[in-house]
C-alpha cells in the first residue's frame, strides 16, 4: 500500500494527505480529483475501497466550491460514483448542483423528485436536460406552473407525459397561442386536450382584430362554427378506442353532441364519428350500431334512433340521412354532399307542409346554411371548366343590359 492507487499517478500516502490539507484550495481540489479517480478506479481489498470511499465523502465538508466542483467532475459521468455522493452534491451550489442533476447516471427518479420539489428552475431544466426522466418526475415538474418549464416538457416529444397530465397542461395554457401551438405538436396529446384547444382557436380568431375587420359577423360566426365541427367530428377516426369513447361521451354530458353535429359529420364523410358517437348515446355496441346504419331498414334505424333519445320529427330526419348517406360518398364528393342536404331541406318542407316545427328549427337554420355553402363550394371553377371545354362557336346569348342605375343606400 505504498502507493494511493496503480495507473493513474504515482503519489504516496504522506503526499496525497499535504495535499488533502492545503490551506490552498486548488491543491485541495487536486487531492479530490485524486481520491475520486481512484475510487471509481480501484480494485484492490475492500479496507482500501472503503479508505478511498471515506476519502471521498470527506470533501463533501471542504467550505470551497472549487473543491467539491473538482470532485464532482471527475464523478460526474461514472456510472459507479456512490449515489449519496452524488446527492450530496445535487444540493450543493447551482453550478454544481446543475451539472451533477443533468449528467450523473446513478441518481434515480426518486432522488429526481425530491431535487425537483426543493430544486430551482436551473434544476428543473437540468432535470429536462437528462435523456430519461420519468413520468413522476415530469408530473412535479407541472406542479410549478411555470411556463418556461412546461413547454420544455412538451418540446421534449420523446418524454411519456400521461394523458391526465398533457390535459392539464392545455387547460393551463390553452389561452396562449404559442403554448397552444406547442401542445398541438404532440402526438400524444389526448383528444379531449385537442377538442378543448380547438375550442379555444374558435374563440381567439373570433375575437381577433384583424378577422373581424374583413369578414361580416355573421358570416364569421358560421365559418368559425362550421370549421369547429368539422374539426370536432375529424378528431375520431380509425378503429373506436376507450379514448374515443371518453371524448364522445364528454361530449354529450356537456350538451356538445347536438343535432347539427352529427349531421355535420355524415355530410362531410365523417362516418367513425357518427358510428361511435350513435353507440354512446344508444348505449350500445359499435359494431350492431354500425351493422345498423349501413344495412338496417326503417324500423330498425328508427328504434336505434328513439334509443339515442331523439324525438319523432328528428328521428325521421335521422333516419332519411342515413339512407341517403348509403349511397353516396360524402368524404370526397362536395355534389353529393350538396345533394344530400337539398333532399333533406326538402324532404323537410314537404313533411311538415312548409311548417317547420320549433324542435327543428335550428337543424332546419342549419341545413340551409349548410345547403348555400355547399352550393358554392360545388360551383367554384364550373363555369372556368366549361368555357375552357366549350368549343369556340359556343357563345352566351342575351337580348340586352339594363341602362338604368340602381340607387343602393350602402353603395
Known amino acids: 500500500m505504498g502507493k494511493l492507487f496503480k495507473g493513474v499517478c504515482v503519489l504516496g500516502f504522506n503526499e496525497y494527505h499535504t495535499l488533502s490539507q492545503s490551506a490552498h484550495s486548488e491543491q485541495r481540489g487536486q487531492a479530490a480529483r485524486i481520491a475520486a479517480r481512484a475510487f471509481l478506479e480501484h480494485s484492490g481489498p475492500a479496507d482500501e475501497q472503503a479508505a478511498l470511499y471515506a476519502a471521498v465523502l470527506s470533501f463533501l465538508d471542504d467550505s470551497s466550491v472549487k473543491v467539491r466542483a473538482a470532485l464532482a467532475y471527475e464523478l460526474l459521468r461514472s456510472p459507479n460514483a456512490p449515489r449519496p455522493v452524488m446527492f450530496a452534491l445535487a444540493q450543493d451550489e447551482s453550478i454544481i448542483a446543475a451539472a451533477v442533476v443533468q449528467f450523473s447516471p446513478v441518481l434515480l427518479d ?10 430551482s428552475k436551473k434544476i428543473a431544466e437540468a432535470i429536462l436536460s437528462r435523456p430519461q426522466v420519468g413520468v413522476n418526475v415530469c408530473k412535479v415538474l407541472a406542479q410549478e406552473h411555470s411556463k418556461s418549464i ?3 416538457l412538451l418540446d421534449r416529444h420523446d418524454l411519456v407525459l400521461p394523458s391526465d397530465l398533457l390535459i392539464e397542461l392545455a387547460d393551463r395554457w390553452c389561452d396562449d397561442a ?3 401551438g406547442t401542445l398541438l405538436q404532440r402526438p400524444d396529446l389526448p383528444i379531449a386536450a385537442r377538442f378543448l384547444l380547438t375550442e379555444r382557436i374558435a374563440d381567439a380568431l373570433l375575437g381577433a382584430r384583424i378577422v373581424n375587420g374583413s369578414i361580416q359577423p355573421q358570416r364569421l360566426n358560421r365559418l ?10 375529424g378528431l375520431v377516426e380509425g378503429e373506436p378506442t376507450a379514448e374515443h369513447y371518453s371524448y364522445l361521451d364528454a361530449l354529450f354530458q356537456s350538451d356538445r353532441l347536438t343535432p347539427r353535429l352529427l349531421i355535420n359529420s355524415v355530410v362531410n364523410g365523417r ?6 358517437a350513435l353507440a354512446v348515446l344508444a348505449d350500445l355496441p359499435t359494431r350492431k350500431t354500425e351493422g345498423i346504419l349501413r344495412s338496417g331498414t326503417r324500423r330498425a334505424l328508427h328504434a336505434l334512433y ?3 333519445g331523439f ?7 335521422m333516419a332519411r340521412l342515413t339512407v341517403l348517406a348509403r349511397e353516396a360518398h360524402l368524404e370526397t364528393d362536395v355534389a353529393a354532399r350538396h345533394f344530400v342536404v337539398s333532399q333533406l331541406i326538402s324532404a323537410l318542407i314537404d313533411d311538415h307542409e312548409g311548417d317547420i316545427p320549433d324542435s327543428l328549427d335550428s337543424v332546419f337554420a342549419y341545413l340551409n346554411e349548410q345547403n348555400v ?8 371553377g364550373v363555369m372556368a371548366s366549361f368555357c375552357e371545354e366549350a368549343s369556340p362557336d359556343a357563345a352566351i346569348n342575351i337580348s340586352h343590359l339594363r341602362d338604368e342605375q340602381l340607387a343602393l343606400p350602402a353603395a
Open 373 to 380: 355553402s355547399l352550393a358554392r363550394e360545388a360551383a367554384r
Open 306 to 308: 328513439t334509443r339515442c
Open 224 to 233: 368559425v362554427r362550421d370549421q369547429l365541427d368539422k374539426a370536432t367530428t
Open 150 to 152: 412546461d413547454r420544455v
Open 311 to 317: 324525438e319523432p320529427s328528428l328521428r325521421n330526419l
Open 178 to 180: 404559442p403554448m397552444r
Open 271 to 276: 362516418l367513425q364519428f357518427f358510428v361511435t
Open 110 to 119: 426518486s432522488d429526481l423528485v425530491a431535487l425537483s420539489r426543493k430544486g
